[in-house]
């Protein structure tokens, strides 16, 4: 139990002083979200906040203030209900998934700290650097939405006519809960993509053994570890991220009822804060799929630099067919070098070929023998790795099929209710 217990606080002893000190100035992050739940006393705080600031404080904002009948038309709130449950589902979701991810492993091993001392200098140092970048990356997306939201919700009192001490109090209540609803939700987004950051590293490292391996067990040894890291994230993060799709998804159908049907009021004074609320939830979202797909598609190239590698060898070998081992580049490594330069100048698309840019010099094509390379592609072709949700595949044909089923709805939901054809 002593050992359960090393294992799963938040902040284990570190032998490199960089690595604990990006852990520690996480666990104060967490602290200062009252998201720290090391001991029963800080759990039991953390749990009261968060009743507090997702369910009371909502509720009762709803009942005093969005109920109003003697408001004008600048202050009603007729979409106050779909905006309440829509922060409310995802941030008990993102609190309830980031109390386990603590209680179960602990912040070491759910950021994967642990296994950085395996890894090279450079995968370890941009790790640890982007997680001390965690916090801006979370600010640039909070803040933003905070102040529009605070800056409306001043608004909303202080034109509303007398303000009294309790208003404005109210109006801190709700700003609070608004940005706290929102931090744990980008919070948990954020570190799958911080998590997905890693295993891209890894990855890049991991591609260049095919311009010094020489031994296929290597190879296959080190695409097994990346491949466990892979389904270790798949399988923490396949309820947050699914459930997300379906929350996310349900909230825009029902916004885009509500504000379609005949009879409802849409302007920047009723739907504002709907319009702000759907931004914050498509944000999160966004950020998830892009890192999955990010992380699924560049663990997928790693199939065509393998052919690539095996096809590179097996013509090298050919020329070379006296046995000796080249000293100098085969005409592959140059006419491959000569594409590379020629593409230089061209724009890329994205990262698509940041992998391909490994140079192949198959100066151990007569120490690997055909066979070898043969069964390492087929490998590759057969496992193909990636970030999984209940064995779908979240890579960019996944996307555009969600994408497709979502506008379907959307077009089907516009029909029903203005007529759309």
């Known amino acids: ?97 980031l109390s386990s991810f603590t ?21 370890r140092q941009g790790y640890v650097d982007q997680l001390q970048r965690s916090a801006k990356i979370l600010a640039s997306f909070v803040l933003p939405i905070f102040v529009i939201d605070g800056g409306y919700k001043i ?19 709700q700003m609070c809960s608004w940005l706290y609803r929102t931090a744990i939700f980008f919070v ?6 911080l998590i997905c950051y890693l295993q891209i590293l890894k990855l890049e490292e991991f591609a260049r053994v095919f311009e010094k391996e020489s031994d296929v067990g290597n190879i296959l040894t080190e695409h097994l570890k990346i491949r466990r890291n892979l389904r270790i994230i798949s399988h923490r993060f396949r309820v947050f991220v699914l459930m997300t799709v379906v929350l996310v998804t349900m909230s825009q ?9 005949a009879g409802s009021t849409v302007d920047v004074y009723t739907a504002g804060e709907l319009a702000l609320c759907s931004i914050t939830l498509v944000t999160g979202l966004f950020i998830c799929l892009r890192s999955a797909t990010k992380i699924t598609h560049r663990a997928q190239s790693i199939t065509s630099l393998a052919t690539k590698w095996h096809v590179c060898a097996t013509i090298n070998s050919f020329d070379d067919f006296d046995g000796n081992t080249p000293t100098t580049p085969s005409r592959v490594s140059h006419t491959d070098a000569n594409w590379d330069s020629d593409n230089d100048g061209e724009e890329e698309n994205g990262d698509d070929d940041d992998l391909d840019n490994t140079k192949m ?3 151990f094509s007569i120490s690997i023998s055909y066979q070898k390379r043969q069964a390492l592609v087929n490998y590759f072709e057969q496992n193909k790795a990636g970030i999984t949700v209940f064995g779908f595949v979240l890579d960019r044909t996944s996307i ?14 516009l029909n029903k209710t203005i007529g759309f054809s």
């Open 103 to 123: 209680h179960n492993y602990g912040i070491k091993r759910f950021l994967f700290l642990d296994k950085l001392g395996h890894s090279s200098d450079k995968v």
């Open 400 to 413: 555009h099929m969600m994408f497709v089923i979502q506008m379907s709805l959307t077009l089907w939901l």
């Open 361 to 363: 010099i198959p100066i």
């Open 155 to 173: 608004w909303w009192f202080v034109s509303a006519g007398n303000v009294y001490v309790y208003d404005m109090i109210a109006c801190v209540l």
């Open 253 to 261: 159908l029902a916004s885009l009822l509500v504000t379609t049907k």
């Open 188 to 193: 948990v987004c954020v570190l799958f993509r």
């Open 1 to 97: 139990m002593e050992d359960e217990r090393s294992n799963t606080s938040l902040l284990p002893s570190f032998t490199t002083t960089k690595e604990g000190i990006a852990l520690k100035s996480f666990k104060s992050f967490l602290t200062w979200i009252c998201l720290d739940q090391s001991n029963p006393w800080k759990t039991t705080l953390s749990y009261s906040i968060f009743f507090l600031l997702t369910i009371a404080i909502p509720i009762l904002n709803h009942i005093i203030y969005a109920s109003c009948k003697t408001c004008d038309s600048h202050h009603l709130r007729p979409y106050d209900s779909i905006i309440q449950l829509s922060l409310f589902s995802v941030s008990t979701l993102s609190f309830l998934c």
